[in-house]
């Protein structure tokens, strides 16, 4: 596996070119949630994952909603075609392939630092925004597994519409997840929350 480091320098071109970009390309961003997490708790996040704008927007709220040292979870094949995000927070992971459960433990390992945040995109692939089922992958269990009361699990989905004009709104619904640390509860969570989601972005 690839694991994540964080140069300086290319954290700063990351957040400068894409925040650039975002300013031209979106009219609006959005965050609704009431979300407040301790200080002695690291972050993890559950986000849908649509867009090649993910990874940006995760590094975003990384900063300015949680105050977290930035994690995200891809796809190795991705990564090495875009091995320069390996600097700014990225880390791999191999479907079907030994070192898998390294990553996981990777993954897991993170959490351990109440100062971090790692954001797993649970469908292991890009889905359209309308697709509101989100299946959890395997081997999420074996992040939230054991002893995980030194982080708090929080849910986004992010939404895009045009809302009559020009450029697109992006919306950011955060929930903090307060059932039961098994993969099952968190699915069935995660999709009542899109549902609600929904339900507000079209009201």
Known sequence: MIKAQHNKLYIW????YFGLLSLIQFRKMSVVTDVNIPE??????FQNHFSWWD???????????FRRKFHVMMLEEQ????????????????????????SLQYASGIL?????????????????????????????????SGDTIHFEIVMAVFLVDYFGFT???????LKKYSGERAV???EKAYHTFYQTC?????E
């Open 167 to 173: 450029r697109p709104e992006i919306r950011i619904y």
């Open 55 to 65: 990874g940006y927007w995760s590094y975003w709220l990384s900063r300015k909603i």
């Open 13 to 16: 071109f990351f957040r400068n």
């Open 79 to 102: 990564l090495l075609k875009h091995l320069f995000l390996n600097r700014c927070g990225v880390f791999s992971i191999q479907k079907n392939n030994r070192d898998f459960l390294n």
């Open 112 to 144: 351990n630092d109440p100062k971090n945040l790692a954001t797993i995109y649970p469908t292991g692939e890009m889905l359209t925004q309308h697709q509101q089922i989100v299946n959890f992958q395997k081997g999420i269990d074996r992040i939230i």
């Open 184 to 186: 099952e509860s968190i």
């Open 40 to 45: 002695n708790r690291s972050v993890l996040l």
């Open 198 to 202: 929904i339900t507000k972005q079209t």
